[in-house]
């Protein structure tokens, strides 16, 4: 009995790390990109950071408040504190999922010589809840 009770415990912790390892797996890219943006590109930059960039129609001020309202209403939070049209600004989250939290970093930056081209960088990563007590994090 107590082989069968840690054989369901084992195929639970596989079944919640895989499914945190796909939600953690692609940027929410719907939540970043501005509409009309043109010439999108997703670049892999590690396990766990994307490099966003695409031209953004009109003013950067324009598209970058439009991706804060976007995240301000999924529930990101700016540390920042700043208006809206600032250079550069940055949100995060963490969503729990029970046995850890996804936590989501995003920063929006643009050259101010090329102000329709927008940079956007995604760091996400998983904290597992029991490996913190033993000072241990898992990055995905």
Not at 4 to 20: D, E, H, K, R, W
Not at 24 to 49: C, E, S
Not at 55 to 81: F, V
Not at 97 to 110: A, C, K, N, P
Request: glycine share 6%; hydrophobic share 45%.
């Amino acid at each position: 009995m107590k082989r069968l009770g840690a054989l369901f415990c084992m195929l639970l912790i596989l079944t919640a790390c895989s499914v945190g390892s796909w939600a953690a797996a692609q940027p929410p890219l719907g939540l970043l990109v501005a509409p009309d943006a043109t010439d999108i590109k997703v670049v892999m930059r590690g396990w766990n950071t994307w490099q966003i960039s695409y031209r953004a129609p009109g003013a950067p001020t324009t598209w970058s408040t439009d991706i804060a309202h976007q995240l301000e209403a999924e529930h990101w939070s700016s540390p920042d504190k700043v208006e809206y049209g600032s250079l550069n600004r940055s949100y995060s989250r963490a969503v729990s999922f029970g046995f850890g939290e996804l936590w989501e970093w995003i920063y929006l930056t643009f050259d101010p010589l090329r102000p329709q081209d927008a940079q956007i960088t995604v760091r996400r990563w998983i904290a597992i809840r029991w490996w913190q007590r033993l000072s241990l994090y898992a990055y995905i």
